[in-house]
């Protein structure tokens, strides 16, 4: 019997459990330092639409992690999803496919790719019209390239990796799912991974490791264990974006716990994506509030940085914007936001725009001096990250690690660059496409 230790279960260890799983000769654990998610027992935020809701379920997401964005900023709160089902329990539900182009330029150009994409059993369903709020009817009227969004749910619930993979396949004598289980490191025979040791003693062993932790802890778990490999916890990316806070006119309320954010528009400037995605409401402690987020998907910079403290907690500095394309990009990207906010669709239903929380209105943004000013002191992520153990630096294609034995990582942190969409997705893809390969089999 093959034992296999997979540690996370978010995007990627959702589906690295099933297909694993899935060879009866193998018996697969699924370790994850967060609660369970099981049938009947979905808590109504998750079920429901509004992602800021989700967000504040407890124990769904790291609360004590934190991240700096620039040289110029404070570190501030990082939210990543925490239990089975991981960030898939409480994004925001949007549902983008990776570009062909993108894959074949990492050197993913065999059919295997197809062959994964149709393996994906996560669904996705168009944002019903009922549904759209202010700001998504907005951008609808005011683009005519802006559209619904595609979220990863069925019958208007949202589903999750671990609805979408560990469900249908619970009862498999040779799965097991240990949720409340947080995996300190990973244990050595030399080069060769022979299991994990929880937080709390506990040592599980196994044929083969794989971390699935995602961008942030993988490397950290990885640094804690010893794990030497050049490039480690390198080459940290996330979408860069800066946000329009949007008042609404008076006599105009938002439903605060319906859909927040239900279409986008996506515009190429130059050679970057610019994305512009709408916040209908901020929860119930900011009525008459809406945002437009402005966010960089094709960044080029790639200087952040995952490394651990004493205790061995992440230490996060995501260095965005160290390059001057990156900010041209962006300070394009809030041009555009600017000229939507000024068409009639807008005007009709916003009383202001404003900039910053003392009430700097968009006024302010008299040129592009004063954008990237501003885009300086307030460009925040979209809890993207990826690349901390990108492929080709510290995993070869079949995610193993350089220079050990039956050792894995299998999440966003092995993307050789960060995808030009939101990263659910893709992370599916990958983990779909690795299994495909024989990744942890050879």
């Known amino acids: 019997m093959q034992r296999w230790v997979v540690v996370g279960a978010g995007s990627a260890g959702c589906v690295l459990g099933a297909r694993l799983s899935q060879d009866p000769g193998s018996h697969v654990t699924v370790l994850d330092d967060g609660p369970s998610l099981l049938p009947g027992e979905v808590p109504a935020a998750i079920d429901g639409p509004n992602f800021l809701a989700a967000l504040d379920e407890p124990g769904r997401t790291h609360n004590a992690l934190l991240a700096t ?33 993108l894959c074949a330029r990492w050197g993913w150009v065999d059919v295997d ?43 208007g619930r949202r589903c999750t990796a671990a609805e979408a993979y560990l469900w249908p396949v619970a009862d498999r004598a040779n799965l097991d799912v240990r949720p409340l289980s947080r995996v300190d490191r990973v244990l050595f025979d030399g080069n060769r991974a022979v299991g994990v040791r929880l937080t709390d003693g506990t040592e599980t062993c196994a044929d083969r490791v794989v971390v699935a932790a995602g961008a942030i802890h993988s490397p950290a778990i990885l640094l804690r264990s010893g794990v030497e490999v050049p490039g480690l916890g390198s080459n940290l990316q996330d979408h860069p974006s800066v946000a329009l806070t949007l008042q609404y006119r008076a006599g105009l309320v938002a439903e605060q716990t319906g859909l927040c954010m239900g279409s986008l528009l996506e515009q190429r400037i ?3 994506i610019i994305q512009l995605l709408p916040m209908n409401h901020l929860g119930s402690g900011s009525p008459g509030y809406g945002l437009l987020m402005v966010a960089l998907m094709t960044p080029t910079g790639a200087s952040g940085t ?11 500095n995501f260095n965005l914007l160290d390059g001057q ?19 009639q669709a807008f005007t009709e239903i916003i009383e202001e725009v404003y900039i910053d929380a003392v009430g700097t209105t968009a006024e302010a943004l008299t040129d592009d001096a004063a954008i990237a000013a501003w885009i300086r002191g307030n460009v925040a992520d979209y809890v993207h990250a990826t690349g901390t153990c990108g492929m080709g630096r510290v995993v070869d294609e079949h995610g193993a690690v350089a220079g050990y034995s039956d050792l894995y990582v299998c999440d966003a942190s092995v ?12 992370t599916t893809l990958l983990a779909e496409l690795l299994c495909l390969r024989g990744m942890m089999t050879r």
């Open 113 to 155: 790719v197809d062959v994964a994409a149709s393996r994906i059993q996560i669904p996705s369903e168009l944002a019903a019209p009922h549904e759209l709020g202010l700001v998504d009817r907005a951008l609808l009227a005011a683009c005519p390239t802006a559209r619904s969004a595609q979220l990863t749910r069925r019958n």
């Open 270 to 272: 130059g050679d970057d």
């Open 415 to 426: 993307f050789p660059s960060i995808p030009d969409v939101n990263t659910h997705m893709p």
């Open 306 to 316: 995952v490394a651990i403290d004493g205790a061995g907690d992440p230490v996060i």
């Open 325 to 343: 394309r990156d900010l041209d990009a962006l300070v394009a990207g809030v041009r555009l936001a600017l000229d939507v906010v000024r068409r």
């Open 69 to 101: 964005r620039t040289s110029r900023q404070a570190p501030s709160a990082y939210q990543r999803g925490r239990g089975v089902g991981g960030s898939s329990a409480v994004n925001a539900m949007i549902a983008k496919t990776i570009d062909p182009a």
